[in-house]
């Protein structure tokens, strides 16, 4: 049985542009489901309670610009990622477009750090999910029971990977209720701090402009780096517009709008509401104060009843709701690069199975979950130390895929960048000096990783960050070359056809394409 066509190539893609059909159901989601789901994937609220505490303690009040300054890789790659999908709107994305530019090889390993951060940010949510939701539950102490959070975090995986199976529209309701619920909280939260702010609060700091003074900030550039490092992994997630492509109205523009619009939101968000947690609690060491070692881990959290009072459990819900979102979209994009992969034939073609009824990636979309539970649990119970410092490595799998997803951009286009100012610049400058300046931030990173004061733990006298990126990357080579020779995904590396003989998604059940 056929599938039917869903996409086709976007205008300006050159030849070979078309993208093959995988029976996924085109044509679901508007612009405004686009941006949601790219707000949402990102955890917003989570990103900002678990990482503002960090960068503060890095750049104490130049936190703002340190926000802003890492904004701008991921605006340029923001645009690679559009003018990509405007020629080849393929839910494989960076794996795709790579093999596009690149080759077989480059674009088996840009899927593969997609589905790696993936992965690996799923145990972080449900780890977080389950302590959140515990938190809300009597006096709080059982976010403090291993095995009743691990299991409580399988269980969510377990429900966001069905919600994803079942549907891309069930999908969309669920993740709508969910960001409405967190950002509705933290509107209120925000308010709050205004409306103390506004009285006169005692402990804050007045807003000063110095904090967006450059010449301030570079004073101690290993600092700016460091905090800019910290800053990306925020902004990540919003590539979610651009893995859903094929099931979008307009698929060649519509995706690429959608993220670069979010890109933006979020960047203002995170500006915002850092200014205000910055002028009520003070970038100090004591008490709520965001320098404060204590409050690092969860700014809010330590602010929650002094701002919120006796309801300073709608912070705690925001957050859980945050990371709950940000699960169930971060199994969109792995699952839907993994089905690009299957039907390319870079993986077996059972990742190519679209199932029938729901129109969605069925088995990739079981093996993601699968996968992120089995990480999850191996982790939580061997080294939870060693789960930190594998979660603090997805910088690393970011700035990989992102950097590659920019040099293919820049490859790709390289004959149409003399047609247009707007091509030199939105196909060739911005993209590249995004790669570069995350290809940078790469090494620096891994630099920083391989001290072994860094993260939680050690090997061989060598950071446990360091080693678990390079040891989860070098991973992918591995795969890579074992589906070279294997006979169903041999046919991906020479140039010849998959083993079905084609590039057509198949249904799920019947096994035929």
């Not at 960076?94 to 899927?111: H, V």
């Not at 950071?463 to 040891?471: E, H, L, T, Y």
Request: aromatic share 12%; proline share 5%; glycine share 12%.
């Amino acid at each position: 049985m056929s599938t039917e066509t869903t996409t086709a190539g976007g205008p300006g893609g050159g030849p070979g542009s078309s993208v093959p059909p995988k029976g996924l159901r085109a044509g679901i989601l508007d612009l405004g489901d686009s941006v949601m789901l790219g707000l949402a994937s990102t955890a917003p609220v989570y990103s900002l309670a678990a990482t503002l505490g960090l960068i503060v303690a890095v750049n104490g009040n130049y936190t703002p610009l340190i926000l802003l300054l890492g904004f701008i890789p991921v605006l340029f790659i923001a645009f690679a990622f559009r003018e990509l999908n405007s020629a080849i709107p393929d839910c494989g994305t960076t794996f795709t477009w790579s093999r596009r530019a690149f080759g077989p090889w480059a674009g088996w390993l840009g899927g593969w750090g997609v589905a790696l951060a993936g992965i690996v940010v799923l145990a972080n949510l449900a780890q977080v999910a389950g302590q959140y939701l515990w938190l809300l539950v009597g006096d709080g102490s059982l976010a403090e029971n291993k095995v009743v959070v691990t299991a409580t975090g399988v269980l969510f995986i377990a429900v966001m990977t069905l919600v994803n199976y079942r549907g891309i529209r069930l999908g969309e309701h669920v993740q709508r209720v969910l960001t409405y619920v967190q950002y509705v909280a933290l509107g209120i939260f925000a308010l709050a701090i205004v409306v103390r702010i506004v009285g006169g609060a005692p402990e804050g700091q007045p807003f000063d402009f110095e904090w967006f003074n450059p010449a301030g900030a570079f004073a101690d550039p290993g600092a700016v780096v460091h905090g800019a490092l910290l800053a990306l992994f925020i902004y990540w997630g919003w590539d979610t517009c651009l893995a859903v492509n094929e099931e979008t109205e307009n698929p060649s523009s519509t995706p690429g709008r959608g993220a670069v619009i979010s890109a933006s939101v979020l960047v203002a968000i995170y500006v915002s509401v850092a200014l205000l947690v910055m002028m009520y609690a003070t970038v100090g060491s004591e008490g709520i104060g965001l320098g404060n070692e204590a409050n690092q881990d969860d700014v809010f959290l330590a602010m929650k009843d002094v701002v919120l009072g006796p309801w300073g459990w709608l912070i705690v819900v925001a957050v859980l709701a945050s990371v709950l979102s940000s699960t169930q979209t971060t199994i969109l994009p792995t699952a839907r690069g993994t089905l690009s992969m299957g039907v390319h034939g870079a993986l077996p073609a059972k990742f190519g199975e679209v199932h029938q009824k729901n129109q969605t990636p069925g088995f990739s979309t079981k093996v993601m979950g699968a996968a992120a539970i089995a990480y999850y649990v191996a982790m939580s119970f061997l080294s939870e130390n060693l789960l930190s410092d594998s979660i603090s490595a997805i910088s690393l799998f970011i700035a990989f895929y992102y950097a590659l997803t920019g040099y293919a951009c820049f490859w790709y286009f390289r004959n149409t960048l003399r047609q247009s100012t707007r091509n030199l610049w939105f196909r060739g400058i911005l993209p590249l000096l995004g790669a570069l300046l995350l290809t940078a931030a790469f090494f620096i990173s891994a630099v920083q990783m391989w001290d072994p004061a860094y993260g939680d733990t050690q090997i061989f006298g060598v950071g446990g960050a360091f080693i678990s990126g390079v040891v989860l990357l070098s991973l992918g080579v591995v795969l890579a070359v074992v589906c070279r020779f294997l006979p169903a995904t041999r046919g991906y590396f020479t140039g010849g056809q998959p083993a079905s003989g084609t590039v057509q998604g198949t249904v799920s059940g019947t096994g035929k394409p």
